[in-house]
C-alpha cells in the first residue's frame, strides 16, 4: 500500500525568498505524484503532478515538483515567494489501478 | 463548464441520527473519491469508485460509514447514528480515470454532530 508524509506541519518564508515545502512517499513500483493547494475558504485545487519523464515538473503560479527516486520524494518549489502563496499544500500518491492518497498537508505562510 | 457538485454545504445533526451526504460529479468522470478532511488530520481517504469496478471501502472507518454511486454518476455517502467523531468536512473529487488524472474537488459538506 502506498504512503506519504509531509514531515512539516507549517513553513514561514519570507516574501521574495524561494520555498520548498518537503515531501516523501512509499509505494511498490513507479509512483504517480501530486500537488494540491487549499486557500483559505476555498476548495482543493490541483497545481502539479508527476507520471514519467522530466524529473522537474512545472506547475500552476509558478510552483514546480522535483520528483528524485532515490530519496522517494517530491518536494514543491518556487524560486520568489508571494503572499498570496500562504495556504494549505497537500502531497499525495498513486500507483497504477490504485487509489491516490494524501499527506497530512503543510500550511505555508508567507510573511511580507 | 460545472465543477464537483455537493450537498448540502453544511449539515448539522444530533448524535444518533442518520445522515446522507450528495456528491454529483463532473459528467463524464469515472472515478469518484470521498475523503474526510479534519483539522489537523489532513485529507483522509475514504472509499474511492472506479467505473464498474468493486469500489474500494478499505478507508471506511466503521460500520456506520457506507457509500453507493448511482448509475455510474451521482454518489451519496451515508453515516448511520452519527458521532461527535464524525464531525468533519467531507469531500468528494472527481476524474477521468483513476491513477494519474488530476482530482476535481467539491466545495465540500460541513458536518456537525451536536
Known amino acids: 500500500a502506498q504512503s506519504v508524509a509531509q514531515p512539516e506541519d507549517q513553513v514561514n518564508v519570507a516574501e521574495g525568498n524561494p520555498l520548498t515545502v518537503k515531501c516523501t512517499y512509499s509505494v511498490s513500483g513507479n509512483p504517480y ?23 522537474l515538473v512545472k506547475g500552476s503560479y509558478g510552483f514546480e515538483a522535483e520528483f528524485n527516486k532515490s530519496q522517494t520524494s517530491f518536494h514543491l518549489k518556487k ?7 500562504s495556504a494549505l499544500y497537500f502531497c499525495a500518491v498513486s500507483h497504477r489501478d490504485d487509489k491516490i492518497i494524501f499527506g497530512k498537508g ?7 | 463548464g460545472a465543477g464537483v457538485s455537493q450537498s448540502p454545504s453544511n449539515k448539522v445533526t444530533e448524535k444518533g441520527k442518520d445522515v446522507e451526504l450528495r456528491c454529483d460529479p463532473i459528467s463524464g468522470h469515472t472515478a469518484l473519491y470521498w475523503y474526510r478532511q479534519s483539522l489537523g488530520q489532513g485529507l483522509e481517504f475514504l472509499i474511492y469508485f472506479q ?7 478499505s478507508g471506511l472507518p466503521s460500520d456506520r460509514f457506507s457509500a453507493e454511486r448511482t448509475g455510474g454518476s451521482v454518489s451519496t455517502l451515508t453515516i448511520q447514528r452519527t458521532q461527535q467523531e464524525d464531525s468533519a468536512v467531507y469531500l468528494c473529487a472527481s476524474s477521468l480515470s483513476s491513477y494519474n488524472s488530476p482530482l476535481h474537488f467539491g466545495n465540500g459538506t460541513r458536518l456537525t454532530v451536536t
Open chain 1, 33 to 55: 505524484l501530486f500537488w494540491y493547494v487549499q486557500y483559505p475558504n476555498r476548495g482543493l485545487q490541483f497545481l502539479l503532478k508527476y507520471i514519467t519523464g522530466d524529473n
Open chain 1, 79 to 85: 524560486p520568489s515567494a508571494l503572499v498570496s502563496d
Open chain 1, 106 to 112: 503543510t500550511r505555508l505562510h508567507i510573511l511580507p
Open chain 2, 51 to 57: 467505473g464498474n469496478s468493486a469500489p474500494d471501502k
